[in-house]
């Protein structure tokens, strides 16, 4: 069993930088691939970032990509969101998640382990 637990998350204005944090327990971290997912109100939840459990490949969705990194430190069983430039419309809580297999998680965002999330909001 892991548990995710997500950290970071405020206010910020638009153009401004966050870093989200996501630390990992129970598990081997080193053997998941690891997703950024976020939800608006009202809004369903979408992807945002993912990186292969030792690689370090990453992909992100368009509409962050360019403004955002994802980033893990295997040893600290942690991974990160660096959000720069955001915007408005980056206003959502943030969801850390783990996958097991990563064709699943890339291909059908399908994770087997999610954290409980963190609030962003960016004001004008």
């Known amino acids: 069993q892991v548990h995710l637990v997500e950290s970071g998350g405020g206010l910020v204005q638009t153009g401004g930088s966050l870093r989200l944090s996501c630390a990992a327990s129970?598990?081997?971290?080193?053997?998941?691939?690891m997703g950024w997912f976020r939800q608006a109100p009202g809004k369903e939840r979408e992807f945002v970032a993912f990186i292969m459990a030792r690689n370090g490949l990453t992909r992100y969705s368009e509409s962050v990509k360019g403004r955002f990194t994802i980033s893990r430190d295997n040893a600290k069983n942690t991974v990160y969101l660096e959000m720069n430039s955001v915007k408005l419309e980056d206003t959502a809580v943030y969801y850390c998640?783990?996958?097991?297999?990563?064709?699943?998680?890339?291909?059908?965002?399908?994770?087997?382990?999610w954290g409980q999330g963190t609030q962003v909001t960016v004001s004008s």
């Open positions: 129970g598990g081997t971290f080193t053997n998941y691939a």
């Open positions: 998640a783990a996958a097991q297999d990563f064709s699943s998680a890339l291909l059908r965002g399908k994770y087997d382990f």
